[in-house]
């Protein structure tokens, strides 16, 4: 795991750094803006391209200087520097910089408030502010953002994209300088992973400016990115003489006539992600259906006013809820009243539960709900915010006993405990329907399999993001159907394991 931190966090890291490593400052800003030219010069290496370095007055625009200098120096000859000297203060390091790129004979010019010149340059590098920023932009800083906003060139951040927090509420009519890319520095910003921040910049990379990592993970913080090592450290490899009694035995209680289908993706991402047994409670029309797609998957037929005859003992987990439909609620109290192992409650199970607030202390503890946004919020009441949520998930989390997967670009797994850990894998070819049902399938799979119920989410989260972006990246494919990620899935999870085999 990479534990996630603020900003004043960070601040504290980089002052540990200087005194513990020990380095001056100075070394440490050329350092990381030595690791920002390294990626800039791969990613755009046309050596004739104009460049625009825009710098602020602190650490961040100390950073812009030394960039300028080491991208002249690396043959990038089209550089000009503008410097936005709107107060009197600069750091020291700024000021040092300020000299090495007098000696280096880097172009520059400061900038007066409210007379910008004209900007003809191909790339602009944003360095006026970074993790410093502690209010929103006013006065010169906003006005001059504003205009390089309107020029509409390609923008490359420097750690932060100027005006943008690092945590706490987005302002969504904050004036930031929008960033095509932004190269940020030993760790992604919280701000980053939320959704938000898609109005100001489309990606981002972290490069490694070598900040001492034993110290940031031993920092109070409950925020986490996982790593696939992570995850190569929980799978457990099949062994010699296992059955599949080993693997436990999965109930889906999912779909209705118009929505078979996420009942047949749920249950069939189940027995893909390896439980040994998996059964689903369908109605009737959805029987041939599932015995041509899948026969491995045993069904429970439920008639439309009749309760079906369920042994709940012989279930390890249960989850519940794609497709269902919202008049099943006699059915979800049967399994409250019967049921008393983990659940996976999804999509219309959370739909009824939102409705039936009196449910929740029937839900056991370690129980996982699956929401999207738009659950989360019918659940816990609107947010205005992803910050907000990410609050709620914690204070409800740690309230009702339960974990909560909170789904998303980078979805947020929250723990009774507090743990509030991103997920980097998935992306954009993934959003389509029938997507969130595949989840609840394998991680129903993997709590029968007998991972506890956390463990279960995280490996579920990151294993189906995986097998998104191998088949959407590996095949350069732009949309990827649910389907086909539950398929992939004994792919990816082999290839996991493949790495524990070492
Ligand atoms: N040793 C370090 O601390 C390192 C810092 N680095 C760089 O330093 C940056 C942080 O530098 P600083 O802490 O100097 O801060 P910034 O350079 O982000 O901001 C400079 C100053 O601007 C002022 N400010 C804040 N919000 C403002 C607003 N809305 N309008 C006008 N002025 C405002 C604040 O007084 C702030 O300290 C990082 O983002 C990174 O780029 C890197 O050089 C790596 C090492
Ligand atoms: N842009 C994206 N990046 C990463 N994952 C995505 C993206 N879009 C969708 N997903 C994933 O797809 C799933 C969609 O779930 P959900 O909205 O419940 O879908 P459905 O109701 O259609 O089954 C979630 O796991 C989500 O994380
Ligand atoms: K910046």
Not at 197 to 216: K, P, R, T
Request: with cysteine; glycine share 6%; hydrophobic share 45%.
């Amino acid at each position: 795991m990479l534990k996630l931190i603020t900003s004043a966090q960070m601040h504290e890291v980089d002052a540990h750094t200087i005194s513990t490593e020990p380095i001056a400052s100075v070394d440490l800003m050329e350092r990381a803006s030595k690791a920002f030219v390294c990626f800039f010069c791969n990613h755009f290496p046309d050596k004739n391209i104009s460049i625009a370095v825009y710098c602020g007055t602190g650490n961040n625009g100390g950073d812009g200087l030394a960039i300028a200098r080491l991208l002249k120096a690396n043959q990038y000859e089209n550089i000009d520097v503008k410097i936005a000297r709107f107060s009197d203060h600069a750091t020291a390091d700024f000021d040092t910089n300020f000299t090495r790129l007098k000696e280096a004979s880097v172009p520059f010019i400061e900038l007066k408030a409210g007379d910008f010149p004209e900007e003809n340059a191909d790339v602009i590098i944003d360095a006026l502010l970074g993790s410093g920023l502690n209010k929103p932009l006013s006065g010169a800083y906003a006005d001059l953002v504003k205009h390089l906003n309107n020029i509409e060139k390609k923008v490359i951040a420097v750690d932060v994209p100027t005006g943008l927090l690092t945590e706490g509420v987005i302002d969504k009519d904050a004036i930031v300088l929008k960033a095509d890319l932004v190269i940020t520095f030993q760790r992604p910003k919280l701000n980053f992973l939320l959704p938000e921040s898609a109005s100001f910049m489309d990606d981002f990379v972290v490069v490694d400016i070598g900040l001492d990592e034993n110290f940031i993970q031993n920092l109070d913080s409950n925020f986490e990115l996982i790593e696939e090592k992570d995850v190569v450290k929980t799978v457990r490899p099949r062994k010699k003489f296992e059955h599949k009694g080993t693997f436990g035995h999965a109930l889906l209680i999912a779909g209705q006539a118009k929505t078979m289908g996420a009942a047949l993706l749920c249950s069939s991402a189940a027995a893909y992600a390896g439980v040994g047994l998996t059964t689903v409670c369908i109605p009737a029309p959805g029987l041939t259906a599932l015995n041509s797609l899948i026969p491995e998957v045993m069904a429970i037929v439920r008639e439309e006013k009749q309760m079906p005859e369920i042994e709940w003992d012989k279930f390890t987990v249960i989850g519940a809820g794609p497709g269902l439909g919202k008049d099943s609620t006699a059915l979800m109290e049967a399994l409250f009243a019967n049921f008393k192992k983990s659940v996976v409650l999804d999509a219309d199970a959370l739909n009824m539960l939102s409705e039936n607030s009196d449910w929740w202390q029937s839900i056991p503890e370690n129980s996982i709900i699956t929401p999207h946004v738009k659950e989360f919020d019918r659940l816990f009441g609107a947010h205005t915010s992803w910050w907000e949520r990410l609050e709620t998930a914690k204070k409800q989390a740690a309230e009702k006993k339960i974990i909560i997967v909170l789904k998303n670009q980078y979805t947020i797994i929250t723990t009774p405990e507090g743990s509030q850990y991103f997920n980097p894998t998935g992306n954009s070819a993934m959003a389509s329907g029938g997507m969130g049902d595949v989840l609840t399938g394998i991680i129903t799979s993997f709590i029968a399999q007998k991972y506890a119920p956390a463990e279960a989410a995280l490996l579920g989260v990151y294993l189906h993001g995986k097998a998104g972006d191998e088949l959407a990246l590996n095949n350069r494919s732009s949309v990827v159907l649910a389907a086909q990620v539950a398929a992939q899935v004994p792919v990816t999870l082999a290839k996991i394991i493949a790495q524990k085999n070492g």
